[in-house]
């Protein structure tokens, strides 16, 4: 992912997610909560949702695309860094972060989990 731009159309892809604001700033939103957001402390990065436990193996993995600070450590976000070549992974992530958000309906209309 090159900019906020193509997160946001990655992310509004996805059904019934919203641009919205999380803090203040532009974010990505889904049934009243932040998927995706510009809160990251560098502006060559974003803040993501992933599930429990795998923000750890992310960092471990492409350190070069994720990471954190310790305003975040704790919490299931990891801060993604733009132009690293890792779009189609953060696409996925993306996905679950809605697909873990979602409905059981909404889960079934959209098919298997990503």
């Not at 070549?85 to 993306?94: E, H, S, Y």
Request: hydrophobic content about 40%.
């Amino acid at each position: 992912m090159r900019d906020w731009a193509e997160v946001v159309a990655i992310g509004c892809a996805l059904p019934d997610v919203e641009q919205g604001s999380s803090y203040g700033k532009p974010a990505l939103r889904f049934r009243g909560k932040t998927l995706a957001g510009t809160t990251a402390p560098d502006p060559g990065s974003f803040v993501l949702h992933v599930a429990e436990g795998e923000k750890e193996m992310l960092i471990e993995t492409d350190p070069a695309t994720f990471w954190e600070t310790d305003h975040y450590r704790g919490w299931p976000v990891v801060l993604v860094r733009y132009g690293t070549g890792a779009g189609d992974r953060i696409a996925t992530l993306l996905q679950r972060a809605w697909w873990d958000r979602a409905t059981v309906t909404q889960r079934n209309a959209w098919g298997e989990r990503p």
